[in-house]
């Protein structure tokens, strides 16, 4: 059975940093691409990141270039959301995804998702 399950999150002050992983299982991570989301309470979901299959496009959306970095180990079969300078605004739930395919523009198609990790900034 395919299967996202999202680690990593927490509480963190402003400035700080924290590292969410996507682990699949049930397929090979190899020949996908995967997508990390995030929703804000009240907000609607919000592409944040993404990588190809090869690695050889990532996306990042404006308000997190910078401060996160995507990548993958297909030898885990995880893929990584490295998080640093935190702010509030950064403060949702995250989710990665995959059966998709990312492009320079974002991350496109994802029909298959983990059920989330929560993200909270604050002192």
């Known amino acids: 059975q395919e299967q996202l399950v999202e680690s990593g999150g927490g509480l963190v002050q402003p400035g700080g940093s924290l590292r969410l992983s996507c682990a699949v299982s049930?397929?090979?991570?190899?020949?996908?691409?995967i997508g990390w989301f995030r929703q804000a309470p009240g907000k609607g979901r919000e592409g944040v990141s993404c990588?190809?299959?090869?690695?050889?496009?990532?996306y990042y959306t404006d308000s997190v270039k910078g401060r996160f970095t995507i990548s993958r180990d297909n030898f885990k079969n995880t893929v990584y959301l490295e998080m640093n300078g935190l702010v509030p605004e950064d403060t949702a739930v995250y989710y990665c995804?995959?059966?998709?395919?990312?492009?320079?523009?974002?991350?496109?198609?994802?029909?298959?998702w983990g059920k989330g990790t929560l993200v909270t900034v604050s002192s």
């Open positions: 990588i190809s299959s090869s690695a050889n496009i990532t």
């Open positions: 049930g397929f090979n991570l190899d020949v996908y691409a």
């Open positions: 995804a995959t059966e998709g395919y990312c492009t320079a523009l974002g991350p496109y198609g994802m029909d298959y």
